[in-house]
């Protein structure tokens, strides 16, 4: 390699250390708290979160982000509680069916 492709190569590494360097505090106060990617990725793995994809439609991701502001919560709350909710709702049908069959079991004298 050349002299000046090795100094343009030491440019071009030094650059790139400085993008990725922290802003320092005096310039930007609050926006070295947050976590990059991958600490993120730590924090949300030890509280137990697990990534989940999920396409919709437009404009049901619309009123989701309506309500979810409307609410004050944000958008990840909302739809956990939502899904908890209709999977509870689907699970109550089954217990009682299931009840109800348990029961004629236990007493031949209901069954017909």
């Not at 994809?53 to 990840?76: I, T």
């Not at 739809?79 to 699970?91: D, F, P, S, Y």
Request: no cysteine.
């Amino acid at each position: 390699m050349k002299r000046t492709d090795l100094e343009k190569s030491k440019g071009l590494k030094i650059r790139g250390q400085m993008q990725q360097a922290a802003i320092p505090g005096r310039f930007a106060a609050g926006s070295a708290a947050l976590p990059d990617r991958r600490e993120q990725r730590k924090i949300d793995q030890a509280a137990g979160l697990v990534p989940f994809a999920v396409k919709l439609h437009a404009d049901l991701a619309s009123r989701l982000r309506e309500q979810a502001a409307s609410e004050g919560v944000s958008l990840h709350e909302l739809t956990a509680r939502l899904i908890e909710a209709g999977l509870a709702a689907q699970a109550k049908p089954k217990s009682r069916s299931t009840r109800s069959k348990a029961s004629s079991k236990d007493n031949p004298e209901t069954s017909t």
